[in-house]
């Protein structure tokens, strides 16, 4: 069993609308928990990363959140554009040892 | 600053065939490792590099993957001989020493076998 599960699998959304993606994960302990795009054909580019003290992260229209207690992640993207229509996959880092997520595909529709 | 370079791109053998790729990282980074992206599913490591050393290739199908690095900076995977399972994205990413968790990632090479 995938210790970093995310859901949704796949998600459709307008343009300007905002969506929330999600990540749980068991892993335990860890030291950084990091979200990733990756545009199709591209490798992963970091968006945010957390230690596990901080509660919220953002760059630019993306905020990620973590709750270390519930071992929940959730990344929200604020108006979103058809630029942001990628894979968003959630990495738990623990020391040298990444947990990646199977990711979300999020597709942005005019 | 350039990023780390893969090629080839794309690769389309048929089973049984060799394949190679290769990897070139951020100059300095002295981390380097080798992750298998099968459709759908996140990055899975196969190996990890440290200069030329193996860090961790306990991923790695020691049957018919190799991977080596030796002098410490360009890097190259070989699969011998391929299955159809072996399809997937090829991802190569490399980090300053001590700075795993800030992998910076290159466009992989997305390999097909028939």
């Known amino acids: 069993k995938n210790q970093v599960e995310q859901s949704p699998q796949s998600l459709i959304i307008l343009e300007g609308k905002n969506c929330t993606l999600q990540?749980?994960?068991?892993?335990?302990?860890?030291?950084?928990l990091r979200w990733y795009k990756q545009d199709t054909g591209r490798g992963p580019v970091s968006l945010t990363i957390m230690t596990f003290s901080e509660n919220t992260k953002s760059n630019g229209r993306y905020t990620a959140t973590l709750d270390a207690d519930t071992k929940q992640s959730s990344l929200h993207i604020t108006a979103s554009q058809l630029s942001d229509s990628a894979s968003y996959i959630c990495?738990?880092?623990?020391?040298?040892?990444?947990?990646f997520g199977a990711g979300t595909r999020l597709t942005v529709k005019p | 600053e350039a990023g780390v370079a893969q090629s080839p791109r794309y690769k389309i053998i048929e089973k049984r065939q060799s394949v190679a790729f290769w990897c070139n990282p951020i100059s300095g980074h002295a981390t380097l490792y080798w992750y298998q992206q099968i459709l759908g599913q996140g990055p899975k490591l196969l190996i990890q590099?440290?200069?030329?050393?193996?860090?961790?290739d306990s991923q790695l199908p020691k049957d018919r993957f190799s991977a080596e690095r030796l002098k410490g900076v360009d890097s190259t995977l070989k699969i011998q001989p391929a299955k159809l399972e072996d399809s997937a994205v090829y991802l190569c990413?490399?980090?300053?020493?001590?700075?795993?968790?800030?992998?910076?990632f290159g466009p992989g090479t997305r390999l097909t076998v028939l």
């Open positions: 990413a490399t980090a300053r020493l001590g700075f795993y968790n800030e992998q910076f």
């Open positions: 590099f440290q200069n030329n050393g193996v860090v961790d």
């Open positions: 990495v738990v880092i623990n020391n040298n040892d990444m947990r």
């Open positions: 990540c749980n994960y068991t892993v335990s302990p860890f030291s950084n």
